[in-house]
């Protein structure tokens, strides 16, 4: 039961352009999203996150989007580097309602070319 | 910057011996919890851990399984007869109080049941 999903496995982007990451889900008791960053061998890294009363986050490059109505959850990275090279993770929990053990997606590997 | 340390990076045991997986999460951080991601798979939740007890555990984490935060700094993970089947990266993670603040990650500590 996949409750948080990325139908990508992975997306190549040109190195400048605009990358765009995709994540579903299906537990309507979600209340916060975060994006993570992983590289091999390493833990995930905190990049942004989004709360639901909320449908836009910016942090320099990075823009988290949410629609709450369509369950859908996207990151804009722009311009792209080649450093963003990883793998992305979406997450979800339910703080509010006191489970906030979060639930990770499969993950997309992006890989910027120059 | 502080940051969450995991010790051992790598542990090799044999199937059916007890292991010990330590972390010394973030030093005001209130909320301690386990992942854990087997080769391939997705980061999936364990535990979490507030106010010296757990809060939330999930379908993974049974009996053999236990949490314990032993001082002030540190908290672990003991696995008490592993299986073939426990071998994956095991991510401690920590945050600070309140409902909508983000999870952060250690480097992981790669566990080899033989």
């Known amino acids: 039961d996949q409750q948080v999903k990325q139908n990508s496995p992975s997306l190549s982007v040109q190195e400048g352009r605009i990358s765009i990451l995709n994540c579903d889900y299906t537990?309507?008791?979600?209340?916060?999203f975060l994006w993570y960053k992983k590289y091999p061998a390493e833990g995930p890294t905190f990049l942004i996150s989004i709360s639901s009363i909320k449908d836009k986050n910016e942090d320099g490059r990075f823009t988290v989007f949410l629609n709450k109505s369509a369950k859908h959850l996207s990151l804009h990275i722009v311009p792209s580097q080649p450093g963003d090279s990883a793998v992305y993770f979406c997450a979800a929990s339910a703080p509010g309602g006191g489970a906030d053990g979060l639930t990770f997606g499969k993950g997309t590997h992006l890989i910027i070319q120059p | 910057e502080p940051e969450v340390t995991q010790t051992p990076s790598h542990q090799v045991t044999q199937m059916g011996q007890e292991v010990i997986l330590r972390c010394v999460p973030i030093?005001?951080?209130?909320?301690f919890y386990w992942y854990r991601q087997i080769l391939g798979q997705k980061v999936e939740f364990l535990v979490s851990?507030?106010?010296?007890?757990?809060?939330?555990k999930s379908e993974i984490f049974d009996d053999q399984f236990s949490v314990e935060r032993p001082d002030g700094s540190n908290f672990t993970l003991k696995i008490r007869s592993t299986k073939l089947e426990d071998s994956a990266m095991y991510f401690c993670?920590?945050?600070?109080?309140?409902?909508?603040?983000?999870?952060?990650f250690g480097p992981g500590t790669r566990l080899t049941v033989l």
């Open positions: 993670a920590s945050r600070s109080a309140g409902p909508f603040n983000e999870q952060f």
């Open positions: 851990f507030y106010n010296n007890e757990i809060s939330e």
């Open positions: 030093s005001n951080h209130l909320y």
């Open positions: 537990n309507s008791m979600f209340d916060y």
